[in-house]
């Protein structure tokens, strides 16, 4: 995916209230029909209050079309090379997303 122009410093400004998610893991398919996908938040999130980091933020467990992502994006950043999958061995390029209304279905007890 191409990147765009929007730094991860700019999106955090402009978010009112929102968490920074570092990292998508355990990534399955719920429901194919409505392309419904659950997974887990991993390796660090952190919460986003009046375009400022406040500090950490649980884990959480998202239940999210990718449909609905791509119509929610507010922002695209420059794309980076990172770390994709489940293994540590796998990479994927791709942007970071300011994505509005995302659906985390419960938390993690996990920082």
Do not use: C, H
Not at 4 to 31: F, H, N, Q
Not at 73 to 90: C, H, K
């Amino acid at each position: 995916m191409q990147g765009g122009p929007t730094s991860i410093e700019e999106m955090i400004r402009d978010t009112k209230r929102g968490v920074l998610v570092t990292r998508l893991w355990y990534i399955r398919m719920v429901a194919p029909q409505r392309l419904l996908l659950t997974g887990l938040t991993r390796d660090g999130n952190f919460l986003i209050e009046d375009g400022r980091i406040v500090g950490p933020a649980l884990n959480f467990r998202f239940n999210e079309s990718p449909v609905n992502v791509l119509a929610n994006v507010a922002a695209i950043g420059p794309s980076e090379r990172t770390i994709g999958g489940e293994s540590e061995n796998s990479y994927a390029t791709t942007p970071p997303l300011l994505v509005k209304n995302f659906t985390f279905s419960s938390e993690s007890e996990a920082i």
